[in-house]
Every structure is written in structure tokens, then in C-alpha cells.
């Protein structure tokens, strides 16, 4: 289910009441448990499996990596896990690209072949899950970590469904040990996280599926050419939906589980106001980014060996970062920019060492990074490189003949959210939300919550699921 | 690091800060380790007091905006939903496979009332029209199930039916995809919210109402008004215009300037020519002839309705849909029998307030008249058994 919907809401209520009923911590767990795996299940019940087969695999294969006594043999347990996820996430994500490009290839040396239709659903949240479940083997096979000891625990790590479909990517070593002592949250933790929950549904159902969403389907799913304001508008407009679809995501999952006593960590920390590529890789999608430092970046090599050896692990690394958001070229090339971004940082901020920006110059550093962030949210968003090239085209001004689209409403939409956002981003730089709310007063508290409440119910949302659902 | 021993210290967390301009540690910078359980603090404020005071506030806005629409003449209905459309759908699923089925655009929704036809018939039809959208979509799907043996009633609104617009097409695939969660989530809406909030109305959305203030015009941009409130919904469907179109002039003058800005506006792409939109109108014909056939083949009772419209919606009608070419051709391909407004006496005459839909009075006399003719001269009652 998904946490904008009335289903959600009468389900969360539930888990409530009985994750605060007197019983054992065992039997609150194992509650837990199951209103993860119905959570899950109201999407499509049958793929419940492949999460039993994820959870079982890892379970086995981390026993299996402690109790092995030559390093061969630690390999095979390893490569079991990576195997057992990647071929799984392969088959039901990956499986038509493959075969397409496949055919292509053939088409290409001049061999007719038409595979038939793969028509897999796409089990909700596998790329997440997949990325929990091998965080726990990597853990182990690379020493970092000892397997958890109870079953249960384990099996809520990868469930707990706050987390479980579109993250934060929990590590084990984050959310096992709180599964070990019994946890309910206080009267303040619950109260607070219900206005963490209110947060993140106010930027997910009221600015990006109320006001922005409908900005950046104007342009990008539609036929008409678009002229440098109109594009310029749609990738904004798309820059903040993304990031309130994702972002509220994650603070709704965050206040969920800190209703429930448990806590996640950050997935975002301002990204817009980021000076550089780096940094803003430290702001977007933080859990993800470090999943893939710490699994295959640094696996890969990392700095330690030598220039050419980074910028290859670099360029693999945001490569296949592109590829986890979807099977399509177009999320590669969005992958693939950010890596050259991040391969040209590397080599000014070697070249100016020394340098040390201004405050003016920090900013207009700032709005360069932003400016060409959303670049690449141009890839991310087109469904297809024509419409790309369309969009890219109009940014840069190469669509003399486009006619205006986007009507003043749509305009003063992005201008306002959009740019609210990004003021908003370089006021929280350097700051946590807690940090500010702490300091504000209580009366402000309450009326901001009560409008944020107040606008989800009166934005009427459509139940539209997240965009990082699909990934 | 042992998982069950892994937590943030204090002086980490000082560490980690001198680093950057971060003001909270994430895994974003420890790179290469076991990630400890995060830090989550509360911030000190009285929260009881705030959350009452939310309340109270949220209670108030609420409450105002409810007050605003009920004001403006709206009343608690049931939303037309593509989860309600899919429950009606799949009552043919789930046993009534033999039912009277109305499928059309919002002509069939809004003129056909349900309790008028029981009265007269002893059944209750289920109504799968959707406003804006060719039935062709559903008359597909139909014809595609070999549950469905009953009746069809096939509602033609020309510049719907042989354009194949599909304002709603995601409701059938709704239906085809719904997950146990929607199910549950339209059930409570149903109980819970529909049946008593007013605001709860896809044109009283927050970006909605926004969206048509009267903002300044960006020069040679399109500025259409979308279509607004035009109906009031029952539990099963059953439709009829809004009383509000019928009594405020205002709003009904504006309802029309909407359909003036449709018959006024360009034709789509791909009908932008005499050959492009000969081909459209073509395929839309074929396309129910390929349906119509598969349902005769099992037993269906197909039949063509035409409802009535008016003045300027009339006019288009006739000049870019012109019968000879749409429906003439349409039943003479299909087969199956037909019922044009304009060839019987008691369809004609009725006033549709907007020029598309009646009002309700003349609905329910429209729907007793239309089951006569039916009865009549086309679906003859079930001998006894």
C-alpha cells in the first residue's frame, strides 16, 4: 500500500494500537512482522515469495559465510547472495531490456530475432529489498559486521515496512540491534513523528502531485515543441517533484518508524543547495549513494590505485546507479553524466587546491551544481532520448518555432514552489530540521501542521503512487 | 562491528561534523564501515499542546472549507472514481454476467437513471459509461469476456464514440491492475468520507480551485478552461446533472463557454485532415464491428443508443460527425439495431440545459421512454420460465 492512502492510514492506526498493547517483545516483533508482510502483500500477494526467498537466501548465506573456514569457500556463500539478488532483480526488472537490446545486437550483425513478450510484473520495491538483504552479506563476508543471532530479528530488518519498498536502504547494522530491546516511542516521539509523517505527505500529495507533476507532464508527455521558458519551467518544475515525491517519501517513513519507537536515518540533507557534485552526492539519496561507495566502489578500487583506476570505478559505479533506477539508456546517461560530473570535479578541485570560495561565489557555485542537476533530471524524466533531445533543445534555445504551452498558473507554480524549495535548501544547509523546529515557537508549530494537514486532505490526491516505487 | 553493539557516540558525532557542512551524521560520511543505528532526536517543545493546537486549527480549516462549498451548493456524493467503476465492473465478475449493462461517454451516464429503469424492468442495469471517454474501450473489454451474456446498451456520442477520446481509458486498466489495497482504501472512502463531506470532489481540489482563478493570460499560450462539476453520483453509479447547472445561470453560461471552447478548438492531430479523420472514424467503426461480433457470437444483445443534445453541441455534431458518415455506416457494418434521438418523437424535444445533458426530471422521462422503445421494438422480455 502506499503511504498516501486511506488504506494506509487505517492500517498504520492498527499497527499502533497493537504495537502498544501489553504483550512480550517476541510477539510485538512477530507483529510487526506480519503487518509488514500484509503491507506489502496488498499490493500483489503473491510476490510476498520473493521477499521469503530474499529474507532466506541471505539468512543462510551469512550463517553459511561465518561458519566457513577457507576463503573459497566464504566466496561461494558470498557469491550465492550476490547471485541469488541480482538474478532476481535481473529477471523481473531487467529481463525485457535485456532481451531488447539482445535482439537489437542481432538486428545489428544482421540476424532477424524477435523475442516474445518477457510481460513480467515488476514486483514493488525489489530494488530495495535486494540492496537491504546483500547489505547483510557484504557486511559479513567483508568483516565489517557479525550476522545477526534470532531469525526474527532479521526477518523484520528486511520487512519492517516502513522501509521496505522505496527505503531509506537500511543497513543490518542500523536496525537489527534496535529490534534486540524492547522499543514503543514516548508520547513526544509519537507526536513528532505523527508531524514528520504530515511533513513528508504535504511535499508528496500537495507539491508534487498537486502542483508540479501536472507542470512537468505538459512538456515531457506531451507532442507540442517547447520554447526555453516552457522546458526550462517543466525541468524545474520536475527537479522539485522528484525531490518532494522521494524526500516526503522518506520523512513519512522516517516518522512512521519513530512512531513505532525505531529510528531511520537521513536519505536527504538539502540537496539543491549543494556546491558541487560531491557534496550534492551527500545530500541526494544518501542511503543509496553509500550503498553503492561501500559495495561497489570501494570494492572496485576506490582512490586507492592510481587516477585511471578511480575515474573507471567512478564511472561504473554512477553507470549502474543510473541502471538500478530503471531498465532504459535514457537512466544511464542520467547515471553516466553525473560520473563525468563528478570526474571534472575531481580534477578542479586538484587543479585549485587552494581555492577557497567567497560567499558570493559558493552561491553561484551552487546554482551551477543546480543548474546542471537538472540537466540530467532532463534523462531521468523523458521517456524516451527524442523527447530528451526535444526538452534539451528548448532549454537551450535551438526550438525557434515553439509556441508558448505553460499557462501563467503552471509558470507562477514552479516559480514559487520550486524556488521556495531551493531558498529553502540553502537556508537548512547547514542545519537540521529538528535544529530549526526546536528554536521555533509552539504556537507556529501548530499552525504550520494544521495547514500542511489541512492542504494534503483539501489537495484530494489521487493515491498516485511514489516515483521511486518503480525503481 | 558486532550488530548488536553498534551505536553513534557523542564524540563521533563531533568528528564527523568538523568534516563538512553537514549538521547530521549520515552514511554519506562513513564510508567503508558498518553503519551504526542513527541518532533521532526529538526537538524540546511542548508537542502536547501542539498537536492539540493543530487539532483544533486543522478541525477549523476543515470545517470552513466544507462550510464553503456547501455554501456554494454542493452536496456529499460518491465520487466517480475509476475504483467505483472498477466495483461496478466486476459485479459482472462476480455473478450477474447476464445483467442489462449500459456502457457510453456522460450523455448515457447522466440521462439514464437506474431506479427508473428497475421500476420498469425489475432490474437494476450496471453502468459503465465514463464521462469524456468512447465506450469502445469497455465494449472491447466485454466482448473479451465470456462471463459477460447479457444485455449491452451502447451509448454514441459522435465526437467521443468516432474519435475514440478517452478522457477515463486508465479506469479500465485500473480495474484490470487494482491491488487488494485500493479495494480496501475505496471501501473505507466510501464509508467514511464520500458519503458526508462535500469538499470531497474532484473539482473542488486544492490545485484545481487555484489553477482557475483568473490569472493573468501569458500571450498566445492555450488558456481552456477544463470541464467542471457537472454531475451528482450514487452509490452504484447512478448519475445525474447537477441541479446547480440547471439553476444558476451563471454557472450554467459558464458550462457552456467550456463546450463552446471544445467545438471552437482545433481538431487533434491525428484528425486534422478530411483523409486523417476519415481514417479515425473508420477504425472507431471497426473497432466496434470486431466487438459487436464477438458479443452477438455468444448471445449478447447489442444496441446503439444515440442521446439527444442541443443547440451548438448539436451543430458540431452534425457538421463534423454527420450521421450519413458515423452512425448510419456504424449500424449498417455492425449489424446491430440502433435508437437515434432524432427518429423518435418521444426522444425529441427534451432541453439540455448545457446543450449535452438533460436535467433530471427529463432523464428520468428519457429513461422510461427509451426502456418503452426497447421493449417494444427491440429486447422483448424473457418468456416465463
Known amino acids: 500500500m502506499v503511504f498516501n492512502s486511506l488504506t494506509f492510514v487505517a492500517f498504520f492506526a492498527l499497527v499502533l494500537v497493537v504495537h502498544n498493547l501489553p504483550l512480550r517483545w517476541s510477539v510485538r516483533k512477530f507483529n510487526l512482522l506480519i503487518a509488514s508482510y500484509l503491507f506489502y502483500a496488498a499490493w500483489n500477494p503473491p510476490f510476498v515469495i520473493l521477499l521469503w526467498v530474499s529474507t532466506v537466501v541471505d539468512w543462510y548465506a551469512a550463517q553459511g559465510l561465518v561458519k566457513a573456514k577457507r576463503e573459497p569457500a566464504r566466496h561461494a556463500w558470498m557469491l550465492l547472495s550476490v547471485i541469488a539478488n541480482l538474478g532476481m532483480l535481473g529477471y523481473f526488472k531487467y529481463g525485457q531490456f535485456l532481451l531488447d537490446n539482445f535482439a537489437t545486437l542481432l538486428h545489428a550483425v544482421g540476424v532477424a530475432y524477435q523475442p516474445a513478450p518477457h510481460d513480467i510484473v515488476l514486483p514493488v520495491g525489489i530494488s530495495f529489498y535486494t540492496f537491504a538483504t546483500l547489505a547483510y552479506t557484504l557486511d559479513v563476508y567483508l568483516r565489517r559486521a557479525e550476522p545477526a543471532e534470532n531469525f526474527l530479528d532479521y526477518a523484520l530488518f528486511v520487512t519492517f515496512f516502513p522501509h521496505l519498498v522505496a527505503g531509506p536502504i537500511m543497513r543490518p547494522t542500523e536496525l537489527v540491534p534496535q529490534f534486540e530491546q524492547p522499543r514503543r516511542a514516548n508520547a513526544d516521539q509519537l507526536r513528532f513523528g505523527l508531524a514528520l509523517m504530515t511533513l513528508g505527505l504535504f511535499n508528496k500529495v500537495v507539491l508534487a502531485d498537486g502542483f508540479l507533476a ?35 517519501y522518506s520523512t513519512t517513513a522516517i516518522g512512521a518508524a519513530m512512531c513505532l519507537g525505531f529510528a531511520m536515518p537521513d536519505n536527504f540533507r538539502f540537496p539543491y543547495a549543494a556546491v558541487g557534485f560531491s557534496d550534492f552526492w551527500r545530500r541526494w539519496h544518501i542511503t543509496l549513494s553509500a550503498w553503492l561507495r561501500d559495495y561497489l566502489y570501494i ?37 553516466g553524466l553525473h560520473g563525468v560530473y563528478l570526474a571534472v570535479e575531481r580534477f578542479l578541485r586538484r587543479r585549485f587546491a587552494g581555492y577557497q570560495p567567497g560567499t558570493l561565489a559558493l552561491v553561484a557555485l551552487g546554482l551551477l551544481t543546480y543548474a546542471l542537476v537538472n540537466i540530467t533530471w532532463v534523462f531521468f524524466r523523458a521517456k524516451t532520448f527524442g523527447m530528451a533531445w526535444t526538452v534539451l533543445g528548448g532549454m537551450f534555445g535551438a526550438n525557434a518555432a515553439a509556441k508558448p504551452i505553460l499557462s501563467t498558473f503552471y509558470l507562477l ?59 | 562491528m558486532d550488530m548488536r553493539r553498534s551505536e553513534v557516540t557523542p564524540e563521533d558525532q563531533a568528528r564527523y561534523l568538523r568534516r563538512g557542512d553537514y549538521a547530521r551524521v549520515t552514511a554519506a560520511d562513513r564510508p567503508g564501515v558498518a553503519q551504526p543505528v542513527p541518532l533521532r532526536e526529538v526537538p524540546a517543545q511542548p508537542w502536547g499542546r501542539i498537536l492539540l493546537g493543530a487539532c483544533v486549527l486543522f478541525a477549523l480549516l476543515l470545517g470552513g472549507w466544507e462550510w464553503y462549498w456547501r455554501a456554494w451548493g454542493a452536496t456529499p456524493d460518491y465520487y466517480n472514481s475509476n475504483a467505483e467503476w472498477a466495483q461496478q465492473r466486476r459485479r459482472i465478475d462476480n455473478g450477474e454476467g447476464n445483467a442489462t449493462v449500459f456502457i457510453g461517454s456522460s450523455r448515457v451516464l447522466f440521462d439514464l437513471q437506474l431506479d427508473v429503469w428497475q421500476a420498469l424492468d425489475g432490474e437494476r442495469p450496471i453502468q459503465l459509461a465514463l464521462q469524456g471517454t468512447t465506450p469502445l474501450l469497455t465494449m472491447e473489454n466485454l466482448a473479451a469476456d465470456p462471463k ?32 487488494p489495497s485500493q479495494r480496501v482504501g475505496n471501501w473505507l472512502s466510501r464509508t467514511l468520507i464520500e458519503p458526508w463531506f462535500a469538499f470531497f470532489d474532484e473539482d473542488f481540489a486544492l490545485a484545481k480551485v487555484l489553477k482557475r482563478q483568473d490569472w493573468p493570460a501569458r500571450p498566445d499560450a492555450p488558456d481552456r478552461l477544463d470541464v467542471r462539476k457537472l454531475s451528482v453520483s450514487a452509490s452504484d453509479r447512478n448519475t445525474h446533472l447537477w441541479d446547480k447547472v440547471v439553476t444558476d445561470v451563471q454557472y450554467r453560461d459558464l458550462a457552456r463557454s ?30 466496434a464491428v470486431d466487438a459487436t461480433a464477438k458479443l452477438r457470437a455468444r448471445g449478447v444483445q447489442v444496441l446503439f443508443v444515440r442521446p439527444p ?42 432541453d439540455p440545459p448545457e446543450w449535452s445533458h438533460l436535467k433530471l426530471a427529463d432523464a428520468r422521462q428519457f429513461t422510461a421512454a427509451l426502456h418503452a422503445i426497447i421493449v417494444r421494438d427491440f429486447w422483448k422480455p424473457d418468456p416465463p420460465k
Open chain 2, 309 to 350: 443534445d442541443a443547440g451548438p453541441y448539436l451543430a458540431f455534431d452534425n457538421r463534423v460527425f454527420p450521421r450519413a458518415r458515423t452512425w448510419d455506416v456504424l449500424l449498417a457494418k455492425t449489424g446491430a439495431p440502433g435508437i437515434h434521438f432524432e427518429d423518435y418523437p418521444e426522444l425529441r424535444g427534451f
Open chain 1, 214 to 248: 501536472p507542470v512537468a507532464e505538459k512538456i515531457y508527455d506531451a507532442h507540442a515543441l517547447p520554447g526555453a521558458l516552457d522546458a526550462w519551467a517543466a525541468t524545474l518544475a520536475f527537479s522539485g517533484q522528484i525531490f518532494c515525491d522521494f524526500a516526503g
Open chain 2, 258 to 287: 467550456i463546450w463552446t471552447q471544445h467545438l471552437n478548438g482545433p481538431p487533434p492531430p491525428d484528425m486534422d485532415t478530411a483523409e486523417k479523420a476519415a481514417k479515425v472514424i473508420d477504425r472507431q467503426i471497426q473497432r
Open chain 1, 413 to 471: 507554480s514552479v516559480a514559487v514552489i520550486v524556488g521556495g524549495l531551493v531558498l529553502a535548501h540553502w537556508f537548512m544547509r547547514a542545519r537540521t530540521l529538528e535544529s530549526v523546529i526546536a528554536r521555533a515557537h509552539p504556537a507556529a508549530i501548530s499552525a504550520v501542521w494544521a495547514v500542511l494537514a489541512f492542504a494534503i486532505v483539501a489537495a484530494q490526491g489521487s493515491g498516485a503512487a511514489f516515483i521511486y516505487f518503480q525503481f
Open chain 2, 148 to 179: 459477460f451474456t447479457g444485455r449491452l446498451l451502447v451509448g454514441v456520442a459522435p465526437d467521443l464514440f468516432f474519435s475514440g477520446f478517452a478522457y477515463r481509458g486508465a479506469a479500465l486498466k485500473y480495474y484490470l491492475k487494482e491491488t
Open chain 1, 299 to 335: 570494492p572496485l578500487g576506490g582512490n586507492r590505485h592510481g587516477e585511471r583506476r578511480t575515474m573507471a570505478a567512478l564511472m561504473t559505479t554512477m553507470l549502474l546507479g543510473g541502471l538500478w533506477h530503471g531498465a532504459s539508456w535514457t537512466f544511464v546517461v542520467w547515471g
